[in-house]
């Protein structure tokens, strides 16, 4: 069975809720690094009104007994405490309110008014909203629980605001990544947390957003996860397709994917066997992935945000009830969501990269899953079969 998930509710309904399936049974599940995980998400410099009201915290309604996971589908959901604002407008059984006829440029809006029929752009950005995601990083902290029980670690930092970028860097040590954890921008480095929250500032004060982009990191994995034969199993469109499945992810690199003015001898990774390691590289500018498979180096990815679409400052749009130019109208919005964006973009990865684990050594139970891997590893030590 493969490990997949859907995910339903609105902004400002009642909650977020997900059924995900293909779990293996025996995983002893940490409540509270979940709820971690959905306090990771709210964070960041630039964030709006919205996350001081909400103290996100995810439900297990089925899946799981006794901190264990059963091998059953796992229900879950996520309580939107806002709504309790908004329930005469946001109730499954309301209907009527104002409208929302001015849809806003780069969202959702107008396409899903035209898509579906609407006369109320609310009709769509309830579902369009980034505040889905708080379901999808429950989800995804699942997924690393898992991946971690197989030593693998899925992390990540800031990598952009704006203009300003930080340089590129290997996976953070436990150092590094302590810092990271502790900054409102998600990064190692205070200097450079301070020029992006001068960014942030600069662009509250004119009524704008900010962009970036973030990175994310995952090691420990085997080589062979994913596949080359057929184009929609290849590990590296699956990362991609699930990065740009975050909102406001507009582009996805993979390793140096974007250096195209190296040549080929300088931008691919020599092979190298000693009888102590097997085939090892020196260098990682493949990102971990050839041919959409993992080497068994560190992966390491690259999504970029484009600035959130919702500004205090409108930009010009046409109100679909009188077709007359307006101004776009402005929702609570953030200013910048990038650190936030970085902590999605973990749980999506993570997701995706346990999927791909369980497809490979997949078994009805946790153990079942070691005792292949183990096998496979075995399999693969220069010295097998001597």
């Known amino acids: ?195 992006w929250r001068g960014v942030v500032d600069r662009e509250r004060a004119r009524g704008g957003s900010i962009g970036g982009a973030v990175e994310v990191f995952a090691t420990g994995l085997p080589v062979g996860l994913g596949s080359y034969v057929h184009p929609d199993r290849r590990l590296d469109s699956r990362l991609a397709g699930a990065l740009c499945g975050i909102p406001a992810i507009r582009a996805v690199e993979i390793g140096a994917g974007t250096r195209v003015d190296l040549p080929g001898d300088q931008f691919h990774d020599p092979i190298y066997w000693t009888a102590e390691r097997g085939y090892h590289r020196q260098t990682n500018r493949s990102g971990g992935l050839e041919g959409g498979v993992t080497t068994g180096a560190p992966l390491q990815l690259r999504a970029f945000m484009k600035p959130i679409p919702t500004m205090t400052t409108p930009l010009p749009t046409v109100d679909i009830a009188t077709h007359e130019p307006a101004q776009a109208r402005y929702e609570r919005s953030d200013v910048c969501a990038v650190p936030a964006a970085a902590v999605v973009a973990e749980a999506v990865v993570a997701w995706e990269l346990a999927a791909a684990l369980l497809e490979k050594f997949g078994g009805d139970t946790v153990a079942d899953v070691e005792k292949a891997i183990e096998a496979y590893v075995a399999r693969l030590r220069p010295d097998a079969g001597r």
């Not at 995900?20 to 709820?35: R, S």
């Not at 604002?85 to 780069?106: D, I, N, Q, V």
């Not at 670690?153 to 800031?158: A, F, I, K, N, P």
């Not at 203009?163 to 990271?180: F, G, M, N, V, Y």
């Open 1 to 195: 069975m493969s490990l997949r998930y859907l995910t339903a509710g609105e902004s400002h309904g009642p909650a977020l809720c997900a059924i995900a399936e293909g779990f293996p049974a025996g995983l002893t599940v940490d409540f509270a690094a979940v709820d971690q995980d959905l306090r990771r998400r709210q964070k960041g410099y630039g964030r709006g009104g919205r996350m001081q009201i909400e103290t996100d915290a995810a439900q297990f309604l089925s899946g799981i007994r006794g901190h264990v996971t059963l091998g059953s589908p796992i229900a879950m959901v996520v309580w939107n405490k806002d709504h309790e604002s908004w329930k005469e407008l946001m109730s499954p059984a309301a209907r009527g309110g104002p409208r929302f006829t001015r849809p806003r440029p780069g969202h959702a809006d107008l396409a899903g008014l035209l898509k579906y029929g609407f006369d109320d752009a609310r009709d769509v950005l309830e579902r369009a909203s980034a505040r889905s995601t708080a379901a999808t990083v429950a989800l995804g902290a699942l997924a690393r629980q898992l991946l971690a029980r197989f030593g693998v670690r899925v992390c990540s930092r800031v990598g952009a605001v704006g203009e300003i970028a930080a340089p590129r860097d290997t996976p953070p040590s436990d150092a590094e990544l302590a810092a990271i954890e502790a900054s409102d921008m998600h990064v190692e480095a205070e200097a450079l947390a301070a020029r």
